[in-house]
């Protein structure tokens, strides 16, 4: 017999009742009926139900071991009684009586329990992960991350893209978010960074030959923390040459959609072939966002012509002075009372905005003081164009455009929730196209780029010196799923003179081109075919599969918001003697104000 085992928890059924097996696992629950004892005992594949009473020389070692501790239990299979078979369970039909046990590690007092799904301080969960990987929840959604990667991985080579693997030590970039810096011993006071991405190597590889690439790839960016970001996180890295925009959608398409058909457990996915394209301008305006949820039916609407003229001075004055007025229609609120849409205003308040105004309506008749100043034919003439009925209310955004956009989108977002609209048990994919290649930077009050420094402009050499910059748009795309990005990618720059003009264009001489990407533009001037791609996060990808609002959810080792690895002690200081092999001082950090000195 195996020295731990002869089935695993989640094996043993009807059909081995009479066999004499050893179960190793950890004790999940114990149940003491009064001499008779009940145990569950848990290994990575299930739960088999174990059983001891004053017969069994294991009853008394049971009885002392706290819930956690290991054993190998040596035993009888029975089967249970018509009454007790439990059908949520693989081994539902059977018990093991314990004959002989071993204790294979005793545990100690538990800072948090693994039975049951109780809500605990992340702070404790992230020290104690091994515990809370334990559990039922937690363990299956780092399997679901794995079985995800698979399936990732094969959807991948069989459309004929090739693994490969590039550098962790780079050199630092100024484009992006901050590097994570690694001072190497060889070299005193130089620096290798951690990959924000494998962008500069795919591209190689293309310039390299290789036509389709991908990889799992790490990246990290030092960057604030949020549900859906972390510092270190993985993503479908991918590259293709001789391809139009297109193309890539036609490639990544199946995949994803395939990928999450594959574990949406029964929810609708958007069908490869039919993901939406959004041009950007459309989803800033109808959505309020360029990673818009489509399970929201609400669309935003520019309303700003209606309030040129208006016995609403407030809305007036704003349009007066280059504003505009955005509406959200609030369908089937007659019933609701005002407190409904006094609390969305002051909600808006609560994000930091002016306010959220608002117009009632029920069996026809407008109410609140934009609708009395503005008068009810104007009004009615507003809901006509609107297509909206005699009990729908209106919520009005109005500011500068970026403003009004960004106040409409999440009024969109809250008034969607509230209302009950968002549709449950789907997964709705769109890509969002046509980004603009530069924006105004107001504080530098100059052109700069928007989106990404490294994209085809569409019109190539011929719109970089015709067209106003604010007007030419990039093949740079994003495909978002129910109001996440989940990747952004581009047809990419892969002619030096285009290079030269777009960055001269954002105030960057050819100096500064060669001194901080010589390596890409000197290859690019040995023959680059024309190539594009997309990197797919996975961590954001198993989240959404496993119904989780917090990345940290599917990854088995996070950091907490503050970025600290509470399990591991990590960041942590450095001994002077490592610091002296690396050259390197440290310098304190500056005091706060209010901070004692010394």
Same mark, same amino acid.
């Given at each position: 017999?195996? =020295?731990?085992?002869?089935?695993?928890?989640?094996?043993?059924?009807?059909?081995?009742?009479?066999?004499?097996?050893?179960?190793?696992?950890?004790?999940?629950?114990?149940?003491?009926?009064?001499?008779?004892?009940?145990?569950?005992?848990?290994?990575?594949?299930?739960?088999?139900?174990?059983?001891?009473?004053?017969?069994?020389?294991?009853?008394?070692?049971?009885?002392?071991?706290?819930?956690?501790?290991?054993?190998?239990?040596?035993?009888?299979? %029975?089967?249970?009684?018509?009454?007790?078979? $439990? @059908?949520?369970?693989?081994?539902?039909?059977?018990?093991?009586?314990?004959?002989?046990?071993?204790?294979?590690?005793?545990?100690?007092?538990?800072?948090?329990?693994?039975?049951?799904?109780?809500?605990?301080?992340?702070?404790?969960?992230?020290?104690?992960?091994?515990?809370?990987?334990?559990?039922?929840?937690?363990?299956?959604?780092?399997?679901?991350?794995?079985?995800?990667?698979?399936?990732?991985?094969?959807?991948?080579?069989?459309?004929?893209?090739?693994?490969?693997?590039?550098?962790?030590?780079?050199? !630092?970039?100024?484009?992006?978010?901050?590097?994570?810096?690694?001072?190497?011993?060889?070299?005193?006071?130089?620096?290798?960074?951690?990959?924000?991405?494998?962008?500069?190597?795919?591209?190689?590889?293309?310039?390299?030959?290789?036509?389709?690439?991908?990889?799992?790839?790490?990246?990290?960016?030092?960057?604030?923390?949020?549900?859906?970001?972390?510092?270190?996180?993985?993503?479908?890295?991918?590259?293709?040459?001789?391809?139009?925009?297109?193309?890539?959608?036609?490639?990544?398409?199946?995949?994803?959609?395939?990928?999450?058909?594959?574990?949406?457990?029964?929810? !609708?996915?958007?069908?490869?072939?039919?993901?939406?394209?959004?041009?950007?301008?459309?989803?800033?305006? @109808?959505?309020?966002?360029?990673?818009?949820?489509?399970?929201?039916?609400?669309?935003?609407?520019?309303?700003?012509?209606?309030? *040129?003229?208006?016995?609403?001075?407030?809305?007036?004055? +704003?349009?007066? &002075?280059?504003?505009?007025?955005?509406? +959200?229609?609030?369908?089937?609120? =007659? *019933?609701? &009372?005002?407190?409904?849409?006094?609390?969305? $205003?002051?909600?808006?308040?609560?994000?930091?905005?002016?306010?959220?105004?608002?117009?009632?309506?029920?069996?026809?008749?407008?109410?609140?003081?934009?609708? %009395?100043?503005?008068?009810?034919?104007?009004?009615?003439?507003?809901?006509?164009?609107?297509?909206?009925?005699?009990?729908?209310?209106?919520?009005?955004?109005?500011?500068?455009? @970026?403003?009004?956009?960004?106040?409409?989108?999440?009024?969109?977002?809250?008034?969607? *929730?509230?209302?009950?609209?968002?549709?449950?048990?789907?997964? %709705?994919?769109?890509? +969002?196209?046509?980004?603009?290649?530069?924006?105004?930077?107001?504080?530098?009050?100059?052109?700069?780029?928007?989106? $990404?420094?490294? !994209?085809?402009?569409?019109?190539?050499?011929?719109?970089?010196?015709?067209?106003?910059?604010?007007?030419?748009?990039?093949?740079?795309?994003?495909?978002?799923? $129910?109001?996440?990005?989940?990747?952004?990618? /581009?047809?990419?720059?892969?002619?030096?003179?285009?290079?030269?003009?777009?960055? *001269?264009?954002?105030?960057?001489?050819?100096?500064?081109?060669?001194?901080?990407?010589?390596?890409?533009?000197?290859?690019?001037?040995?023959?680059?075919?024309?190539?594009?791609? !997309?990197?797919?996060? +996975?961590?954001?990808?198993?989240?959404?599969? =496993?119904?989780?609002? /917090?990345?940290?959810?599917?990854? /088995?080792?996070?950091?907490?918001?503050?970025?600290?690895?509470?399990?591991?002690?990590?960041?942590?200081?450095?001994?002077?003697?490592?610091?002296?092999?690396?050259?390197?001082?440290?310098?304190?950090?500056?005091?706060?104000?209010?901070?004692?000195?010394?």
């Amino acid at each position: 017999m195996h =020295a731990f085992r002869t089935h695993n928890c989640a094996q043993l059924s009807g059909e081995n009742v009479g066999e004499n097996v050893r179960l190793s696992g950890w004790i999940h629950r114990k149940r003491d009926h009064g001499g008779v004892l009940f145990v569950d005992l848990r290994d990575h594949y299930g739960i088999t139900q174990i059983v001891a009473d004053e017969d069994s020389p294991a009853l008394a070692v049971l009885e002392k071991l706290r819930l956690e501790s290991v054993v190998t239990i040596d035993g009888n299979v %029975k089967a249970r009684t018509p009454e007790t078979v $439990n @059908k949520d369970l693989p081994t539902g039909e059977i018990e093991v009586f314990a004959r002989e046990i071993n204790v294979q590690s005793a545990a100690a007092e538990l800072p948090m329990p693994v039975a049951g799904e109780q809500d605990y301080p992340e702070d404790i969960r992230l020290k104690y992960r091994f515990l809370d990987l334990r559990r039922e929840t937690m363990h299956r959604n780092i399997m679901l991350r794995s079985k995800v990667i698979t399936s990732l991985r094969r959807r991948m080579t069989e459309q004929g893209f090739t693994e490969f693997q590039t550098p962790i030590l780079t050199a !630092s970039s100024p484009e992006g978010a901050r590097d994570f810096l690694v001072p190497s011993r060889m070299h005193p006071n130089k620096f290798y960074a951690l990959p924000q991405a494998p962008q500069m190597f795919k591209q190689m590889l293309m310039v390299s030959g290789f036509d389709r690439y991908f990889q799992i790839a790490p990246c990290f960016r030092d960057e604030d923390l949020r549900a859906d970001r972390s510092l270190e996180f993985y993503q479908l890295d991918f590259e293709m040459s001789f391809v139009t925009q297109e193309d890539v959608f036609q490639a990544l398409e199946p995949v994803l959609a395939g990928c999450f058909e594959e574990f949406a457990d029964g929810k !609708s996915v958007t069908p490869s072939g039919e993901f939406p394209r959004i041009p950007y301008a459309e989803a800033m305006l @109808k959505y309020g966002t360029d990673k818009p949820d489509l399970r929201n039916p609400l669309v935003i609407t520019d309303v700003t012509s209606h309030f *040129e003229q208006s016995g609403f001075g407030l809305f007036e004055k +704003i349009v007066g &002075s280059g504003g505009r007025v955005r509406v +959200i229609p609030a369908p089937n609120t =007659a *019933e609701k &009372s005002r407190k409904f849409f006094d609390d969305t $205003n002051n909600w808006a308040r609560g994000e930091g905005f002016a306010g959220l105004g608002y117009v009632t309506r029920k069996g026809g008749e407008f109410g609140g003081p934009i609708a %009395k100043n503005h008068g009810p034919d104007r009004m009615e003439q507003l809901y006509d164009e609107l297509g909206l009925g005699p009990d729908d209310g209106l919520f009005f955004a109005a500011g500068k455009e @970026k403003d009004a956009a960004k106040l409409a989108g999440a009024a969109r977002t809250r008034v969607g *929730e509230e209302l009950g609209l968002i549709e449950e048990n789907c997964f %709705k994919f769109c890509w +969002i196209v046509d980004f603009p290649m530069y924006e105004y930077d107001e504080d530098l009050k100059k052109v700069d780029f928007s989106h $990404n420094p490294f !994209s085809m402009p569409q019109g190539e050499m011929e719109a970089l010196e015709s067209k106003d910059p604010l007007d030419i748009l990039a093949w740079q795309y994003d495909i978002v799923c $129910n109001g996440y990005e989940l990747s952004s990618g /581009a047809i990419r720059n892969h002619r030096p003179d285009i290079m030269y003009k777009a960055f *001269e264009i954002a105030g960057y001489g050819k100096e500064d081109v060669d001194a901080n990407f010589g390596g890409m533009i000197e290859a690019f001037k040995l023959g680059a075919p024309p190539h594009g791609g !997309s990197a797919p996060g +996975i961590d954001r990808i198993v989240m959404l599969l =496993a119904g989780e609002e /917090a990345i940290r959810e599917v990854i /088995a080792f996070p950091m907490n918001q503050k970025g600290e690895d509470l399990m591991m002690g990590a960041p942590n200081t450095a001994e002077m003697k490592q610091l002296r092999e690396l050259h390197l001082r440290l310098v304190e950090p500056p005091k706060k104000e209010g901070e004692q000195q010394g």
